[in-house]
């Protein structure tokens, strides 16, 4: 029998050379949640209705099992790592992005709706891109959220903690969120996971709501998105979207429906709609307000003065009575 440790033991001990892969996973902002096999039986999935006894909006959701939090770090010398260590108290920053995803997505669920997550590996490294999200092959209850140092020095200083923090709350969706095994969307399960950072209140400033795009365009245009079905459908309807890709694999037709009541491309006509009136209403007060401006830079004694009465006098009667005007007389002709 081999003597070598599990892999998801050797988390925190491995050297940088020893990664799990010897290629690296490529770049990119986030990866699926990884999922369970779709064949298993449905005969024992739990009961996701509601608890009998909901709980507060300031209560946590407390999972099944409480998950391992770790930190490894791979890159001590750079100045993204160093920010990092300076600006973040790496447990409370994981603990409070989990608390607000589980809120987010499973608050007055029974814990055994929530997957089975056992462990959050944070690993600090020096990449390309900026963060992604991958389990373990041994075991993918076991999670790995990599952050690229190399990302946190080109935030500017000013901002680097809300980005840091962001972008943590973005990956700790995907080490919770169910994706119909796979089958939903990537811009789906981004959307989500933007979506959560937005309603924890790490939105950054360069965000806004696109309609120049299809629906699942994924990230911040899909989050805003899911933020106005919230609005106009139900504060539950990404619990519920999240809760339809639990045990069955992406519908677009049955999940949108049961949902919302629409389809999805209703739905985004809709909401591409609600955002153009909103932008010209945005203008017309614009407009309106610059007009109101306008009219108080007016003096107010002028504002007060009555219009002149109009002159009827020809050219030569303002002439001859001292008007400024001057208009000569002919020779022969009697003044």
Request: with cysteine; glycine share 6%.
């Amino acid at each position: 029998m081999s003597t070598e440790m599990p892999k998801c033991y050797q988390i925190a001990t491995m050297p940088p050379t020893a990664a799990s892969s010897s290629t690296p996973p490529a770049s990119q902002s986030s990866a699926l949640p990884p999922s369970h096999n779709a064949t298993e039986s449905t005969s024992d999935v739990p009961d996701c209705s509601s608890s009998e006894q909901p709980a507060s909006d300031e209560s946590k959701v407390v999972p099944s099992r409480k998950p391992l939090l770790r930190l490894e770090l791979r890159d001590l010398s750079s100045s993204g790592s160093r920010a990092f260590l300076r600006l973040v108290h790496a447990s409370a920053a994981l603990e409070d992005a989990v608390d607000a995803v589980l809120k987010l997505l499973y608050k007055n669920m029974r814990p055994s709706c929530i997957p089975p997550t056992r462990s959050v590996t944070l690993v600090l490294r020096d990449m390309d891109g900026v963060a992604y999200t991958t389990g373990l092959d041994l075991d993918d209850d076991h999670k790995e959220i990599h952050l690229s140092t190399k990302y946190i020095e080109f935030v500017p200083e000013s901002r680097q903690k809300e980005e840091i923090l962001g972008v943590l709350v973005h990956e700790m969706v995907h080490c919770w969120q169910h994706s119909g095994f796979g089958s939903a969307p990537v811009g789906l399960t981004e959307g989500i996971a933007d979506f959560v950072r937005l309603k924890a209140g790490y939105a950054p400033p360069h965000w806004k709501r696109h309609t120049d795009c299809d629906w699942d365009a994924g990230y911040e245009r899909t989050g805003y998105f899911l933020d106005w079905l919230e609005k106009d459908h139900g504060a539950d309807i990404v619990r519920k979207i999240n809760e339809a890709l639990r045990e069955c694999q992406y519908d677009a037709h049955k999940l949108w429906h049961d949902c919302c009541g629409k389809g999805i491309e209703k739905l985004w006509e809709d909401y591409r709609k609600s955002v153009e009136d909103e932008c010209d209403k945005s203008e017309s007060s614009s407009e309106d307000i610059t007009d109101q401006k306008g009219q108080e830079d007016v003096p107010a004694q002028e504002k007060d003065q009555p219009a002149p009465p109009e002159d009827h006098r020809t050219p030569r009667e303002k002439a001859r009575r001292g008007g400024n005007m001057h208009v000569p007389v002919r020779p022969g002709t009697s003044s």
